[in-house]
């Protein structure tokens, strides 16, 4: 065999032939030979920085050792890990290594899953030669999440340096000075912001970088480790949860290259504090007269059973409403609906910040990513509709990310000019009103283009500059790709959209996509948890339910308009709240059902590529919870309906979706006509609603931590400073907006991004909640 072929360079390895790429280094040709070389600096998912040195090799005919993460394989090398030279200059690093590191490892947080510790066992030595004082690293002030008290440890691989730049897309470690006088630290002292910023605790090989909120909670050793898959976004990232005592004391991922590689966002990462959160639900609660009682199982599932079945006979089982949250589990939905099903009742829905159903119904499958997660690295085009893609999708975002860096162009046509950290070709930005608009200049762009006849549709809309530039990317590259953000799918024109974005993937061969929402959204169509009838959530107030169960549902935070939420759930003559936290249930609820969330309970997911996941509850649910499968499968034998025997959620499972083939059922396609475009109205304010990354659900809303984050802050109004000048508001005054009938008061912001028709009031939080929908006309004005 030639030492170069089709395959690659062939090397030897401590006596092993082993075959790589050309321009390969030595680091992974011994990888893929199975053959250890110390490091800490290298990261596989990291570019080379050849800091640490500790991975030096003898490579024949070279006179001194050679860095294996830095050196390219050629024909014919001969690579020597564990030579007498190899091993003296290991030693002679470590030596150095450790000249300056603190004796401290009996109270370091790294301890036991320390490399510095692992490797000091067999290439550090037993005295040292340095005698003088070790150099001392003030603490550095990160922020809620990230502890660096301890930075003398730190030994300047800067791996956390290259991920922020890297992965994270944002430099928010440096390196200072130089020599012994080098120190890893934020600029200007500002705290480390970024929505992925947690993996650079995983990626830290010494104790420098630790969890602030696991901080001296627990020794390595004493922890048990459980695979489990997270449930705040629609990749259903894969972690394990650390175990002590019966308690979740962290969440580290689990790598799998086909979903979150091996990183993390610090939604999923840092959202674990909430388990213990002096708000759970720990006994089953009953309202009687007024007071609330608590009661064992039987008496509240009886209750609740004898209050649904009132209202039924009273009002008929149209009135009653069943609302589940798409951060449910398979199972849960499959029971949810089945139970409202068998009792006669025919609104059920997950989609709960969803404006309009028609998109739904016209869908002629169920909404998906159009392609498997991996896949997104191997696109050219890319365009983005509707998305605030970081704080939604964050590590979607990082694939985007890379991607980009590898040459995909990515448009984008949203309500914000936020700064993705990754290169944007284009930018289409406007209020919500307007996105129909852009996308049919788009599509009138792709038609003269194309040469083919426009749309009627389109034909009187002007093609700007951006707008020909975007079809212009999209009508080259190979492999491309048109996604519809969560903002697209719940805007009240969803279907125009949808119909005009579908128009522009068929005239330029893309894939459609949705980024789903939630963990479950995709599973939430499979087993059908969606109302028989048109009725929308987006106007609870209007359904005439007279009766509702929620599922892991806060309605006045999770829906399209939290006070028509409100309102229904206030004038409702009966509801039952199976949840895990009391939360503002308690003021409108008849019952409180304490629902085990996804630690405690096994489940499935189905994330925004159509994979299956199951997982096993990690620790005992806490008090008296229950897992929410077994609370609705007991509450439908209580109201003597068939077909509720479940033994096990295994068994909920293979009913829900037992011989159904995902993949047949995942279909983007509308059958809808496109609409023209309304004509924009300069002088009408509209509302911009992101929901906060980490106010998404019940449990983040809950994470102490999370909350103390920048993105964690009350949010305020804001809004372009144009606007605020000409409203004669400064950055700072309180303001009031209204939406409808409702106002709150807030504090203003200036932020260029914002379109000047438009104002920035972020949705999910309680503070936000008193107005209307996520989309629609507001006024500002100065208190």
């Not at 890990?81 to 490892?105: G, R």
């Not at 050793?221 to 394990?240: F, Q, T």
């Not at 979607?396 to 162009?409: D, M, N, P």
């Not at 023209?676 to 002088?683: E, F, G, I, R, T």
């Amino acid at each position: 065999m030639s030492a170069v072929d089709g395959q690659g360079v062939e090397i030897e390895i401590d006596g092993a032939k082993v075959q790589v790429a050309p321009g390969a280094m030595v680091m992974e040709a011994a990888s893929k030979a199975g053959v250890y070389v110390p490091h800490f600096c290298y990261h596989k998912k990291l570019t080379i920085a050849a800091n640490c040195r500790m991975c030096l090799v003898e490579v024949e005919k070279s006179p001194k050792a050679l860095p294996a993460c830095a050196t390219p394989v050629t024909p014919g090398m001969v690579v020597k890990t564990k030579s007498p030279k190899a091993i003296a200059a290991q030693k002679s690093v470590m030596e150095f290594l450790l000249i300056n590191h603190p004796l401290d490892c009996p109270i370091c947080d790294q301890g036991g899953e320390c490399q510095l510790q692992d490797l000091a066992v067999g290439y550090g030595g037993s005295s040292s030669q340095y005698q003088e004082e070790k150099r001392v690293v003030f603490h550095k002030p990160l922020g809620p999440l990230i502890s660096a008290e301890e930075m003398t440890r730190c030994i300047h691989c800067t791996r956390c340096v290259r991920f922020g730049q890297e992965i994270a897309g944002v430099m928010e470690l440096g390196m200072a000075n130089r020599g012994e006088h080098s120190e890893i630290m934020t600029f200007v002292g500002r705290s480390v912001d970024s929505e992925l910023s947690g993996n650079m605790i995983d990626l830290c090989p010494v104790g420098a970088l630790t969890s602030k909120p696991f901080r001296y909670s627990a020794r390595t050793w004493e922890l048990a480790r459980r695979r489990s898959v997270a449930p705040h976004d629609s990749l259903g990232s894969n972690i394990v949860v650390q175990v002590k005592n019966g308690r979740v004391k962290r969440v580290v991922p689990y790598e799998n290259e086909e979903i979150n590689e091996c990183w993390l966002s610090d939604r999923d990462r840092f959202s674990y504090e909430a388990l213990d959160s002096d708000d759970r639900l720990l006994k089953p609660l009953i309202r009687k007269d007024g007071v609330w009682q608590e009661v064992e199982w039987d008496i509240a599932i009886a209750f609740a059973a004898e209050g649904l079945a009132g209202v039924k006979a009273r009002n008929g089982a149209q009135s009653l409403g069943f609302l589940g949250a798409p951060t449910s589990t398979v199972e849960e939905l499959h029971l949810l609906q089945k139970l409202a099903r068998s009792f006669g009742a025919g609104f059920v829905e997950t989609r709960l910040r969803v404006a309009n159903v028609a998109l739904g119904d016209a869908r002629n499958g169920i909404p998906w990513l159009g392609m498997q997660i991996a896949e997104i690295a191997l696109l050219d085009r890319a365009l983005i509709i509707g998305s605030y893609l970081r704080k939604d999708h964050p590590l979607l975002a990082a694939r985007i990310r890379g991607a980009a860096k590898q040459g995909l162009e990515v448009s984008a046509v949203h309500g914000l000019d936020e700064d993705w950290l990754l290169p944007i070709a284009e930018k289409l930005v406007a209020s919500p009103s307007d996105w129909l608009r852009l996308l049919a200049g788009i599509a009138r762009a792709i038609s003269v283009q194309k040469g083919i006849e426009c749309p009627a549709e389109f034909a009187e809309v002007t093609v700007s500059e951006s707008s020909a530039a975007v079809a212009s990317s999209l009508l080259s590259g190979e492999k491309k790709a048109v996604f519809l953000g969560n903002a697209a799918v719940q805007h009240p024109e969803a279907l125009a959209i949808t119909a005009a974005a579908q128009w522009i993937a068929n005239q330029t061969g893309a894939t459609l996509g949705v980024l789903t929402e939630g963990a479950n959204s995709v599973g939430a169509y499979l087993v059908n948890a969606l109302p028989d009838t048109g009725r929308s959530v987006a106007k609870l107030d209007e359904a005439a339910l007279k009766a509702l169960v929620l599922l892991n549902v806060e309605p006045e935070l999770d829906s399209a308009d939290g006070p028509a939420a409100s309102a229904a759930l206030k004038s409702a003559e009966f509801v039952v709240a199976i949840a895990p936290f009391k939360g503002s249930a308690v003021e409108y609820a008849d019952v409180l059902l304490p629902m085990a969330p996804f630690t405690e309970t096994s489940g499935s997911f189905v994330n925004a590529e159509g994979r299956l996941q199951s997982f096993a509850g990690v620790v005992h649910p806490l008090g008296d919870a229950r897992p929410a499968w077994k609370i609705l499968r007991v509450l439908a034998n209580t109201l003597d309906l068939s077909g509720f025997e479940h033994s096990s959620s295994e068994a909920v499972l293979t009913e829900a979706l037992g011989g159904i083939d995902i993949e047949s059922k995942l279909d983007n396609s509308v059958t809808a006509k496109l609409v023209k475009p309304a004509a924009s109205n300069a002088l009408m304010l509209e509302r911009l609603a992101p929901v906060g990354i980490y106010a998404s659900d019940s449990i983040v809303r809950r994470a102490p931590s999370l909350q103390l984050t920048r993105d964690g802050r009350v949010p305020g109004a804001v809004a372009n400073p144009a606007l605020l000048a000409r409203l004669g508001i400064a950055a700072g005054d309180r303001v009031r907006v209204r939406q409808g009938a409702g106002a709150v008061e807030l504090i203003a912001a200036a932020d260029s991004a914002i379109p000047e028709n438009a104002i920035l009031v972020a949705a999910g939080h309680s503070s936000t909640s008193g107005i209307g929908p996520m989309f629609g006309e507001v006024t500002l004005e100065r208190m």
